[in-house]
């Protein structure tokens, strides 16, 4: 416009001030002429959630018609009221997904860090060595309680599982710190004849191939769990809970259980593992290629019947030519079967 300036026509009123005032700066640009007028309805959304019942009750009361415009500090007020208040509302829900995030971050900081140094080609031999005693512990002390038998059965069958070593005989005669140093020096024992019988380097790539894969996969694990545990945490609130404090302190619990399950993980795979034997691939080639030259030379009487073994060894490729006249269409069939030629062998020709 030459004489006005951009002129600005808005049809409600935004949930946040900042987005008004960006709609409004479009019609001053570089001290431009401009100007905004907003309207705003007493049923939009924005004016029911907070306040319009009042003003609608105050103008029937007064009797005002519906038609005419209403121009009112009154109405301004309640509109930037209503817009404090959801702003205050975003915040608050913005600022708890930020503390669900900062819980997350923490964890995801842990977890990245050690895939780093496996990535980086590090040598993990002492973390497997700590993850062997610090497993061992935990094991025997589940079940062992201040030196007291309380379920021999169940440790002898753990330890059994986790470390390959046998403890039934020695369960009822040693003290639980005395069985805990038993179990990691035969799981040491393993660990060592493994080294010596796989090779130093190799072992060395065996422990960050074996990290790798379990750290990732009970991390993938542990992220469903704990979009899980935030997709319900809300509810804590109904018993006088803050929601932010118990998703932090249940999901770094969930976080200690997911780092003790892929030190049994890891410890189980490593102290299990077998070497399998160099298998003679260049005797394999062999065979595969007398089998290959040989293949065409084997006929077979029907799908099921007996091998011909009356055959030569190589036969040569022939083509076979057909020099019989080519029957017409309506002639009967060369098949013998009584049917025409186009009905029956040369119905699928052009």
């Known amino acids: 416009m030459r004489l006005g300036g951009l002129k600005i026509i808005g049809t409600e009123r935004h949930e946040s001030r900042r987005i008004d005032n960006q709609l409004r700066g ?4 570089q001290g431009d002429n401009g100007e905004s007028r907003f309207y705003i309805g007493l049923d939009d959304d924005l004016m029911k959630i907070f306040g319009g019942d009042m003003i609608t009750n105050v103008f029937d009361t007064l009797g005002a018609d519906e038609n005419i415009p209403i121009e009112a500090k009154m109405i301004s007020n309640a509109v930037e009221r209503a817009q404090k208040r959801v702003e205050g509302r975003n915040f608050t829900i913005r600022k708890n997904v930020l503390q669900y995030d900062d819980v997350m971050n923490v964890q995801r900081e842990i977890i990245y860090k050690q895939r780093r140094e496996v990535l980086d080609g590090q040598n993990m031999r002492e973390n497997i060595i700590s993850m062997i005693n610090s497993v061992a512990e935990e094991v025997v002390s589940m079940y062992l309680a201040d030196g007291e038998n309380t379920n021999h059965e169940a440790l002898v069958q753990e330890v059994k599982n986790i470390f390959g070593i046998d403890i039934s005989e020695d369960v009822k005669k040693l003290h639980k710190e005395e069985l805990i140093n038993k179990v990691k020096e035969e799981a040491m024992k393993i660990y060592e004849e493994k080294e010596k ?6 072992m060395r790539e065996i422990e960050r191939v074996v990290l790798l894969k379990v750290v990732d996969q009970k991390w993938m694990d ?19 809970k803050n929601p932010v404090d118990q998703y932090r302190i249940e999901g770094f619990d969930m976080f200690d259980e997911m780092v003790a399950n892929i030190k049994v993980d890891v410890v ?10 160099e298998v003679q691939r260049s005797q394999t080639v062999q065979i595969t290629r007398a089998a290959q030259e040989n293949l065409n030379s084997i006929n077979f009487e029907s799908s099921r019947g007996p091998v011909n073994q009356n055959v030569p060894e190589k036969t040569a490729n022939v083509t076979v030519r057909n020099t019989e006249p080519k029957p017409g269409r309506n002639d009967p069939c060369p098949c013998g079967s009584g049917k025409k030629y186009k009905n029956c062998c040369g119905r699928n020709e052009n």
């Open 26 to 29: 479009r019609s001053g640009r």
């Open 268 to 277: 189980k795979l490593m102290l299990h593992m077998q070497k399998r034997e």
């Open 197 to 202: 019988d796989i090779g130093e380097n190799a």
């Open 222 to 240: 542990h992220i469903d769990s704990m979009d899980e545990l935030k997709n319900g945490i809300g509810l804590r609130a109904y018993g006088q």
